[in-house]
């Protein structure tokens, strides 16, 4: 067993997490699914053998998937926020979260089928409202409130005025 990492974010998943998990490794660059760990004995979502955690890793962040149950929930107070270069990117990991059973949400934030919050954040957006100019940051600002998925050219343009 390799060292595990010394902070790693543990997700909790009602059964789902080694489908979770390989679908994000499929999905963003520098993911991948480590270990999938099956229970020792009955636990109170399972029973012995089934998938208990996945050791796996997004975007380079260590995750912990634990197949805990129905208790809890996720949501939005926890998220992803993945920095996209381009309107291709974002289309991409927008289209493959929203296109996997995932649900859109507003200003780039969507929600994956496991409940799971992402805001696909291009940096052009990030840059235009943290302007220098206070106008223009608020143009590029309410341009994003009216957004699901950001684009890119929308944004750009009401920076500009």
Sequence with gaps: ????????????????????????????PDSSVHAVHHAPGDFP??????????DFTVLGIPCLGLNGGSEFTHSEAFSFQVATKDQAETDRYWNA?????????????????????????????????????????????????????????TIEGALRG
Aim: one cysteine or more; a negative charge; charged letters at 25%.
């Design 1 to 28: 067993m390799t060292t595990p990492a010394k902070n790693t974010i543990c997700l909790w998943y009602d059964g789902g997490a080694e489908e979770a998990a390989r679908f994000y490794a499929e999905t963003f």
């Design 45 to 54: 979502s399972g029973k012995k053998g089934d998938v208990l955690t996945v």
């Design 97 to 153: 979260i929203v296109g996997n059973g995932g649900e859109e949400s507003q200003c780039g934030w969507c929600k994956d089928k496991w409940g799971i919050s992402w805001q696909i954040t291009p940096i052009a957006l990030t840059k235009a409202v943290t302007n220098p100019d206070p106008a223009a940051a608020k143009r590029a600002f309410e341009a994003m409130m009216e957004m699901r998925k950001i684009d890119i050219a």
